[in-house]
């Protein structure tokens, strides 16, 4: 350590050189309160901690999340991982993409490494197609584990859900306040409980909101993919069956409905009004910014990484499922249905 380094830290702490010196050489006769002092001023001034003062790992946790292209995944990992760093954990992120490393190798990686447990974010266990008794395998290990955005009655364990039903309520309301009534719903596959859920909701809203019936209604959804080009395909059908407004099952797929939307000559929102779904980071700064309904990512990224915690000190909530409100967050991309011009 350079006497110009020590003046650095000695300055950024608010200490004399020569107690930042004890400090990094682990001398006594310095309270507790002005090492750690000293050691943040280390770490904001981007210095290495002597391998003696680097704080021990509690243990590795896996966090298994989709692909990191949809910033909503990204959000909830940054949260996890901060949680959990707070506890002395060290996070360990596993995404999966399409054709890579599956949800199954990764957990076996996971184990191998002797992981205190794992969080589980949009995994099988929201495919209703997928073999659900993985986790229940998993469990027969001793792993600890919490699962994100999906739910199965058939695996005992902490899930963390949206209430994807009182969103799209949410969404039809604001869109039907504004007078519209050809609403369509851009969503992803119904084989997701996320995705199954959302359809329900839809359902069920423009059934009491609208006054539309369920064959009705089920004219004006469409399946697709969870992604830009998902929602420009989308879009193109809905817009082919008159709607005027178009909810859509991620932030994502409402970029890609605004771009369906433009490249028939029709603008967002004077023609067609467009909600989207998680209030992803930036997209409040899209042009026009976008109405969407809001997952409270702090909240539900804490209590995953808080119930997985207790359940690693051997204080494991009951198993059941945990259900966040949403929000609806009004800005730039809904207006008032003009009707035919």
């Known amino acids: 350590m350079t006497t110009a380094r020590l003046s650095d830290i000695a300055a950024q702490a608010g200490v004399s050189e020569a107690t930042v010196s004890r400090v990094l050489n682990g001398k006594a006769n310095v309270s507790a309160a002005t090492r750690q002092t000293v050691l943040a001023a280390l770490d904001v001034l981007g210095y290495e901690r002597p391998a003696r003062l680097r704080r021990r790992s509690a243990g590795l946790i896996g966090l298994i999340t989709p692909e990191l292209s949809n910033p909503i995944f990204p959000a909830l990992a940054q949260v996890i991982e901060q949680v959990l760093g707070r506890h002395g954990f060290t996070p360990v992120l596993c995404t999966q993409t399409p054709g890579g490393t599956t949800e199954d190798e990764l957990v076996d990686m996971l184990v191998d490494r002797g992981v205190a447990g794992i969080v589980f974010v949009s995994g099988l266990h929201a ?142 929102p004077q023609d067609v009004s467009v909600v989207g779904f998680d209030d992803s980071p930036l997209i409040a700064f899209t042009e026009p910014p976008l109405t969407t309904i809001r997952q409270p990512v702090e909240a539900m990224a804490t209590a995953a990484a808080d119930a997985l915690l207790e359940e690693i000190r051997g204080n494991p909530a009951p198993p059941g499922e945990f259900v966040f409100q949403p929000e609806l967050v009004m800005r730039g991309s809904t207006a008032t249905f003009r009707g035919p011009s």
């Open 127 to 268: 495919d209703t197609t997928a073999d659900h008794d993985r986790y229940n395998r998993l469990r027969r290990r001793q792993v600890p584990f919490v699962l994100v955005n999906g739910h199965s009655d058939r695996v005992e364990a902490s899930f963390i859900s949206l209430d994807d039903r009182a969103a799209m309520r949410m969404a039809v309301r604001h869109l039907a306040d504004l007078g519209h009534r050809r609403i369509g719903l851009a969503i992803g596959q119904k084989r997701f409980v996320p995705a199954v859920r959302k359809i329900e909701g839809f359902f069920t809203a423009v059934h009491d909101i609208v006054g539309m019936t369920r064959e009705e209604a089920a004219h004006l959804v469409h399946q697709t993919l969870f992604s830009v080009e998902g929602g420009h395909a989308a879009a193109g059908v809905l817009l082919g069956r008159g709607c005027t407004a178009i909810a859509c099952g991620s932030d994502m797929m409402a970029l890609g409905a605004i771009r369906a939307v433009r490249q028939r000559g029709l603008s967002v």
